[in-house]
């Protein structure tokens, strides 16, 4: 059975598809009287007819309680830890068996003992091979064959260190990633595993992007 559209759910959709409205809705820095103004156009399209403005701000209020319940804002201790890597390259191919096979020698590229980096991130259809942007050139080589669909240098990788229990938390990642988002941070690609967020950014980013994984760590 068909049903109308109504206020609250057109509002709710509209602001789940704006990741930055949310964020702004969760920080509490927006005002529902002006936001109200800015998406009503939209609602009343949908909705065929005019919307009462009141409306829009009471769906916005209740849109808000359900985001503040759902992602509440995690502080980052102190033992949390920032690094950074810079002069980074990220190459992307399509994956195939053939890739496999290369695999060992593009291993043996990388110097682990002089603290190098290589990452492998394996798709359903590609592989991304981001390391040191000094071995650009032999990673390439060893590529031969391979369908190249990306490559970019002068990257970063931000290393983000948290402690284990953090792992069991819920909203932990989101919050770090709209915290960059909100800070204008493009990411590249993400590296995760059990206590490390690995963020691969441009190189034009890399100063916003500690920052605002600093203001994390220290509760701001």
Request: charged share 25%; hydrophobic share 40%.
């Amino acid at each position: 059975m068909y049903k109308m559209p109504t206020i609250s759910h057109i509002t709710e959709k509209i602001v789940s598809s704006r990741p930055l409205l949310q964020e702004a809705i969760i920080e509490d820095i927006v005002s529902f009287g002006s936001v109200a103004e800015k998406i009503k156009p939209d609602i009343e399209k949908e909705l065929g007819k005019e919307a009462k403005l009141s409306a829009i701000v009471m769906a916005l209020r209740r849109i808000a309680e359900n985001l503040s319940a759902r992602s509440p804002k995690k502080r980052f201790d102190y033992s949390s830890e920032i690094s950074m890597k810079t002069n980074i390259c990220d190459i992307g191919i399509i994956k195939t068996h053939a890739f496999f096979s290369k695999m060992k020698s593009i291993y043996s590229i990388v110097d682990y003992e002089q603290g190098d980096a290589l990452n492998i991130i394996q798709g359903n259809n590609e592989v991304s091979i981001i390391a040191n942007e000094r071995y650009f050139d032999k990673i390439k080589k060893a590529l031969a064959g391979e369908k190249i669909i990306r490559q970019e240098k002068s990257l970063v990788i931000v290393s983000l260190n948290f402690p284990k229990e953090y792992v069991s938390e819920p909203g932990v990642i989101a919050t770090i990633t709209r915290k960059l988002a909100w800070n204008g941070v493009n990411l590249i690609e993400i590296i995760l595993t059990f206590k490390e967020l690995n963020c691969v950014i441009n190189k034009k980013d890399a100063t916003k992007a500690y920052n605002a994984l600093q203001e994390l760590i220290e509760g701001s």
